[in-house]
Every structure is written in C-alpha cells, then in structure tokens.
C-alpha cells in the first residue's frame, strides 16, 4: 500500500476516532462512569411488596423479556401452621406479573417476595461457564456476553436461585443485567422505577453517601440460601425463614 | 410446556438438560470402562481376557467417537463450541472437557490402538490391493519398520501408554462426575462421591459392554466363545459391581442419614416420579439382579451354556441399570424445584433434535463405527483370520 504522509496525517484522526468507538464498547468508556468506583447490589423490603407485578411488566418492556421468562419475578408465600408443623405454599403465577388474586384465607401468614438475580461476588454461574461468556463486571454486575454464550446451560443448572433461562430465540442464557445500559447512565433499574412503595431500591456499596449503609446498620437484613456462600447481593429485609 | 405440582420457580419448569445429556456420561462411561478391561491384561498381566484386549480397544475408540456428539447437539450454538479449546474458562469444570477428551483419544487411545496394530497394518499394507492397500499405507504413517527390534519398541511404549491410560480413563469418567457433583445449587447431584461412583459405574458398563459384543461377534462369526476368557471378565465385573452398589448404597443411606433440607423433596421424588427408573430398573432389575446372577456363577459349577445365558442376561441387565442410574441422575436431577417445593416432568419428544430418535440413533452409531474398525481393523488373533475371510467370502 502506498501511503503518502499526508494521507497518513489525514487518516489518523479518523483511525482515533474509530479507536474511541470501539473503547466506547466498554464501560469505562461511558461519560461520567468508572466500574472502579461501584459496587452494585439491590435492597428489597418484603414488609413494602404489594405483590402488584409493576417490577415484573416494567422488566419485561424495558428488557424485551419474551413470554413464559423472567428476569425479574414475585413469589407469594402462605404459611399455615398446625400443631407446631408448618404449611408451606407458594404461588407465582406468570411470575406475578399481573399481580394475584386476594387469598381469603384466615390466620395465614401472606408475604410477597420478589426475586432477581443476586448478582453474586461468587457466583457459581460465573465459575461453570466454558467459556467465560457468563462475567462479573467490575463494578460487581453479573452479565453474558450474548455473543459468546454456547447455550450449555450450565450456569442455569448452576444458579441455586432460579434466575437463569435460554432465551428461546437466540439460545443463549439470559438473565437480569440489573438494568446496565441503565444503571451506567446514571439511572436505577426499571423494576426500582417503577415500584410503588420503594420496595426495590438500587444500592452502591462503594458510594459511602449510599443510604444503604445506614440501612444496613440498622436493619436485620438477610440474603437467600447464605449456606451456599455465593456472596449474594440481593440483600432482603423482613425475610422469613421459609423463603427458598 | 411440562405439567408441574407444587411450586417451581418460574424458570424452573423447563428441563435444561435433555436425554442427550444422559447418553454422554453413558458413552464416556463406556469408553473408560472398556478401556480399563483392556488394560488388564496389558499392564497386570491377566493372560485370561487376552481375546477381549482388541476388542475393547476398539469398543472404547468407537464410543469416544460418539461421545461428544449428544453434546454438540444439545448446545444452543454448536458453531462456538470451538471456543472451548481456543478459550477456555478456567474456572469451569466443563472447559475441561475439550482437553481431557482430546488426550484421551490422541496421546492414548489412538496411539495405543496404532502401536498394538503397527505390524498388522504393515502386512496389510504390503497383502491388500486398491483403497485398502491405500487406506494401510496411510494408517502406517510411513513407518514400515516391523523388525523384531522396532516391535519390541512399540511393546514398550504401547505399555507405557497403557499405565498413563489408567489414570487417564478414570480422569475422563471421574471428571464428568465432577461435572454434576460439583454443582452446589443441586443437592441431587452434589457429593464428592460423584465422580467416584461414575467411574466405578463406568467400569462395570465398560466390562459389561465388551463382554457382551465379545460373545454376539463371537457367535456371528461363529467361532467358540473362550470361556476362560468369559469367566475371567465375569469374575471382575462381579468384583466392580460391588464396589459400585457398596458406593451407591454408602451415598443413599448417607442421605437418609443426614435427612438435610432437601431429602423429604427427594425422597417424594424417588417413591413417585422416579420409582419405575430407580427403584425398579437401576437398583433391583439392573444391579441386584446381575449382582445375584454373578454372584450365582462364582459360587456354583454350571455347564457352559448356563453360564453363556448367565452372563449375556447379567451383562444386558448391567447396560440397562447404568443406562437407568445417568438417567436418574441427569434428568431426576432437574424434577425438583431448587426451592423444594415442587416438582415438575420430563416429556421426552420423538422426533425432536434432542428426542427419543436422535438418542437411538446416537447409541447405535458407535455400534456402526466399531463394525467399520473391526473391518480396517480385525481383532482376532491371526489364526482366526483366515477363518474370517472364509467366513466371509461364503456370506457373500
């Protein structure tokens, strides 16, 4: 090729700027954003769920979740007790999205318990993937590369929290991204924005102005399954013992 | 979408790993199985399944052929599976795979066969005429070398290889009982006495199958039955299959034992939807009764014909119990709900690409493949040769 030094000196700021284009694939990249300074997680309050499903549809659109799969869902749980032995049961029909129908049981113990990836600092879904397709971000996100994945399904088998499906079209795993192309803006996820009652609140762990700190501080606040020590970060307040 | 009872989570319901994903440890348990048959008379000497060495050398080629196939059919992008190899998670206990697999069939079962076969495909090269002589002088890689010396040398190696194949081929099987025993989330699957039961399970399948085809090629080519030989595999299967029950009941009754959080799911799951397969075809059909049957033929004299039956039963009886056990622990492995509230159904389709006919098609292609090995290359002793190509020009 036969390049002149003033084609050169023409070029090089274009072959700059299509640098820049392809670093702009990486968070850091993004304005106003650096993974080295987030640590993310999520608070539910389970005592503010209403069960209404609003967290649930707004995934599903902002996300294009298609039907029968859930990024983000609500469970419903109705505990009975007789003579000192628990009655479990529990319901979720098309993942709460259209929220449930009023129990009219007496003398149960109703709560609703919305659930999401966890988003964990060990994650077993991260650790089995072949090919590394399945990540942890820096700033403490647990994503796919869409364009890796192999489709295994190993990292569905892996999660112990159900948060993992193959999308039917594109045969990949997916699951919740919590809201990156979101939360790298500067916005909170669309499940957060749209609960009525702030049951789901967006945390930064390293933003030390966070209120979830004092949160933290002053709450009994539990993750799930913590006897499988994934380093879950989906922090639940008001959560009882019988929750899966 | 599959009928479920109590609660899943909404995810949960559909089944991730399919009766393709059953055949792979099945196939691979065949290859380490056969393999390690094959080793002993190799490595410690066990004059008596000298008849069965080739055999299964070629039993455990054509089934680690196969094996990776019903996984490349249930990925969701087969087209990246070659990521595997080019980059590697190294975190995950399936990245390994790729590796394990390919030295188990380059650096051993390939070299092995080659050296063991060396002379033969030599003469063959030298003796056949047209695409064969062709196909020989290929498979020779240029070495015509069948001194005394060179053979000497190529028995040497050939045992050297052997001794790194025995560890090997329990890497290859007791690795993919790693692969399911090292998933926490799932209490089905995870014990460290996984990958220690599949590959004693994969002994006892391996032994099993090469008895087996030993005795059906046998009496299609119409040759007697060695029965010394016959005896001897029967002897270690026997032996297997009771270190492997032993292994099995340690982790059942450790299970009822310990009565964690999970086992009321898992016990419900056992007296319903897994009865037929658990209880009935691996347990009692598929290990007691072969186990009693050897046990029948070790402790008693029969005639040859009795044992023959004896053995063919115990030997079919074994494939179909170990089929049962990957079945019971892949699929019984996704019935319940990861909450222990529920449990759902695995409806198997027919014609689906990872259905009933693709799984059948896949058990009986490593079957076609060992018919076309024996054909390249024949396992019989030289003398029987002859008997062959007699046989075989009046079949024709």
């Given at each position: 090729?036969?390049?002149?030094?003033?084609?050169?000196?023409?070029?090089?700021?274009?072959?700059?700027?299509?640098?820049?284009?392809?670093?702009?694939?990486?968070?850091?990249?993004?304005?106003?954003?650096?993974?080295?300074?987030?640590?993310?997680?999520?608070?539910?309050?389970?005592?503010?769920?209403?069960?209404?499903?609003?967290?649930?549809?707004?995934?599903?659109?902002?996300?294009?979740?298609?039907?029968?799969?859930?990024?983000?869902?609500?469970?419903?749980?109705?505990?009975?007790?007789?003579?000192?032995?628990?009655?479990?049961?529990?319901?979720?029909?098309?993942?709460?999205?259209?929220?449930?129908?009023?129990?009219?049981?007496?003398?149960?113990?109703?709560?609703?318990?919305?659930?999401?990836?966890?988003?964990?600092?060990?994650?077993?879904?991260?650790?089995?993937?072949?090919?590394?397709?399945?990540?942890?971000?820096?700033?403490?996100?647990?994503?796919?590369?869409?364009?890796?994945?192999?489709?295994?399904?190993?990292?569905?088998?892996?999660?112990?929290?159900?948060?993992?499906?193959?999308?039917?079209?594109?045969?990949?795993?997916?699951?919740?991204?919590?809201?990156?192309?979101?939360?790298?803006?500067?916005?909170?996820?669309?499940?957060?924005?749209?609960?009525?009652?702030?049951?789901?609140?967006?945390?930064?762990?390293?933003?030390?102005?966070?209120?979830?700190?004092?949160?933290l501080r002053t709450h009994s606040v539990q993750v799930l399954k913590p006897h499988l020590a994934t380093g879950a970060k989906l922090y639940y307040n008001g959560l009882d013992g019988a929750v899966r | 979408m599959p009928t479920f009872e109590g609660f899943m989570y909404p995810n949960e319901?559909?089944?991730?790993?399919?009766?393709?994903?059953?055949?792979?440890?099945?196939?691979?348990?065949?290859?380490?199985?056969?393999?390690?048959?094959?080793?002993?008379?190799?490595?410690?000497?066990?004059?008596?399944?000298?008849?069965?060495?080739?055999?299964?050398?070629?039993?455990?080629?054509?089934?680690?052929?196969?094996?990776?196939?019903?996984?490349?059919?249930?990925?969701?992008?087969?087209?990246?599976?070659?990521?595997?190899?080019?980059?590697?998670?190294?975190?995950?206990?399936?990245?390994?795979?790729?590796?394990?697999?390919?030295?188990?069939?380059?650096?051993?079962?390939?070299?092995?066969?080659?050296?063991?076969?060396?002379?033969?495909?030599?003469?063959?090269?030298?003796?056949?005429?047209?695409?064969?002589?062709?196909?020989?002088?290929?498979?020779?890689?240029?070495?015509?070398?069948?001194?005394?010396?060179?053979?000497?040398?190529?028995?040497?190696?050939?045992?050297?290889?052997t001794v790194i194949g025995i560890p090997s081929a329990f890497l290859l099987h007791g690795y993919v009982g790693f692969i399911f025993g090292s998933i926490k989330a799932n209490p089905w699957w995870s014990t460290p006495l996984m990958p220690v039961v599949f590959l004693f399970s994969a002994?006892?399948?391996?032994?099993?199958?090469?008895?087996?085809?030993?005795?059906?090629?046998?009496?299609?080519?119409?040759?007697?039955?060695?029965?010394?030989?016959?005896?001897?595999?029967?002897?270690?299967?026997?032996?297997?299959?009771?270190?492997?029950?032993?292994?099995?009941?340690?982790?059942?009754?450790?299970?009822?034992?310990?009565?964690?959080?999970?086992?009321?799911?898992?016990?419900?799951?056992?007296?319903?939807?897994?009865?037929?397969?658990?209880?009935?075809?691996?347990?009692?059909?598929?290990?007691?009764?072969?186990?009693?049957?050897?046990?029948?033929?070790?402790?008693?004299?029969?005639?040859?014909?009795?044992?023959?039956?004896?053995?063919?039963?115990?030997?079919?009886?074994?494939?179909?119990?170990?089929?049962?056990?990957?079945?019971?622990?892949?699929?019984?492995?996704?019935?319940?709900?990861?909450?222990?509230?529920?449990?759902?159904?695995?409806?198997?389709?027919?014609?689906?690409?990872?259905?009933?006919?693709?799984?059948?098609?896949?058990?009986?292609?490593?079957?076609?493949?060992?018919?076309?090995?024996?054909?390249?290359?024949?396992?019989?002793?030289?003398?029987?040769?002859?008997?062959?190509?007699?046989?075989?020009?009046?079949?024709?």
């Amino acid at each position: 090729m036969n390049l002149s030094r003033r084609k050169f000196l023409i070029l090089l700021p274009a072959a700059a700027l299509a640098w820049e284009s392809i670093k702009a694939g990486t968070p850091e990249a993004a304005p106003n954003y650096n993974v080295s300074q987030h640590w993310w997680a999520m608070l539910v309050d389970i005592e503010k769920c209403i069960g209404c499903g609003s967290c649930v549809r707004a995934c599903q659109k902002e996300n294009d979740v298609p039907d029968g799969y859930y990024r983000t869902w609500i469970e419903r749980y109705r505990i009975s007790e007789v003579d000192g032995v628990e009655n479990i049961q529990v319901d979720s029909p098309d993942g709460g999205k259209n929220g449930f129908k009023p129990s009219n049981e007496q003398g149960l113990k109703e709560f609703f318990v919305p659930k999401m990836c966890n988003h964990c600092a060990d994650s077993p879904c991260t650790q089995v993937c072949p090919v590394g397709a399945t990540f942890a971000s820096p700033d403490g996100v647990v994503l796919i590369d869409q364009k890796y994945c192999l489709g295994c399904r190993y990292c569905v088998q892996a999660c112990p929290y159900g948060c993992r499906f193959i999308h039917p079209e594109t045969n990949t795993a997916q699951k919740c991204t919590l809201c990156y192309h979101r939360i790298t803006q500067g916005l909170t996820t669309a499940c957060c924005e749209v609960c009525p009652t702030a049951a789901r609140q967006l945390a930064d762990l390293k933003n030390p102005k966070d209120p979830i700190h004092e949160y933290l501080r002053t709450h009994s606040v539990q993750v799930l399954k913590p006897h499988l020590a994934t380093g879950a970060k989906l922090y639940y307040n008001g959560l009882d013992g019988a929750v899966r | 979408m599959p009928t479920f009872e109590g609660f899943m989570y909404p995810n949960e319901i559909e089944l991730q790993w399919s009766v393709l994903i059953v055949l792979y440890p099945f196939l691979t348990g065949l290859v380490a199985g056969a393999f390690i048959l094959a080793s002993l008379e190799r490595v410690f000497r066990v004059e008596a399944v000298k008849p069965t060495y080739r055999l299964a050398l070629l039993t455990a080629l054509a089934f680690l052929l196969v094996a990776p196939l019903p996984l490349q059919l249930h990925l969701g992008h087969p087209e990246r599976s070659l990521e595997m190899y080019l980059t590697p998670h190294r975190s995950s206990a399936m990245a390994m795979f790729g590796f394990v697999y390919l030295w188990y069939l380059m650096a051993v079962l390939v070299l092995e066969i080659w050296l063991d076969y060396r002379r033969d495909i030599v003469m063959l090269a030298q003796s056949s005429t047209g695409w064969r002589r062709l196909l020989y002088r290929v498979l020779t890689l240029g070495s015509y070398n069948i001194s005394e010396a060179a053979l000497d040398l190529d028995n040497r190696v050939g045992w050297i290889i052997t001794v790194i194949g025995i560890p090997s081929a329990f890497l290859l099987h007791g690795y993919v009982g790693f692969i399911f025993g090292s998933i926490k989330a799932n209490p089905w699957w995870s014990t460290p006495l996984m990958p220690v039961v599949f590959l004693f399970s994969a002994m006892v399948s391996g032994i099993a199958a090469v008895m087996l085809i030993y005795m059906v090629v046998s009496r299609i080519r119409r040759t007697p039955i060695d029965m010394r030989c016959v005896d001897a595999v029967a002897k270690y299967l026997f032996y297997t299959f009771i270190i492997d029950f032993t292994l099995e009941m340690l982790d059942l009754i450790h299970r009822i034992y310990e009565s964690d959080e999970s086992f009321r799911s898992l016990d419900f799951m056992v007296h319903t939807r897994l009865f037929l397969s658990q209880v009935i075809l691996q347990i009692l059909l598929g290990t007691v009764t072969p186990i009693l049957l050897l046990a029948v033929t070790q402790v008693f004299k029969l005639s040859e014909a009795v044992r023959k039956r004896i053995y063919s039963l115990a030997g079919s009886l074994t494939l179909i119990g170990i089929l049962a056990m990957r079945w019971n622990v892949v699929i019984g492995g996704q019935l319940f709900s990861k909450s222990f509230l529920g449990y759902t159904t695995y409806k198997m389709g027919l014609w689906a690409r990872e259905g009933l006919a693709t799984a059948i098609v896949l058990m009986l292609l490593p079957i076609f493949i060992l018919w076309v090995l024996v054909k390249i290359l024949p396992p019989w002793p030289e003398k029987e040769k002859g008997l062959l190509s007699h046989a075989a020009s009046a079949g024709d």
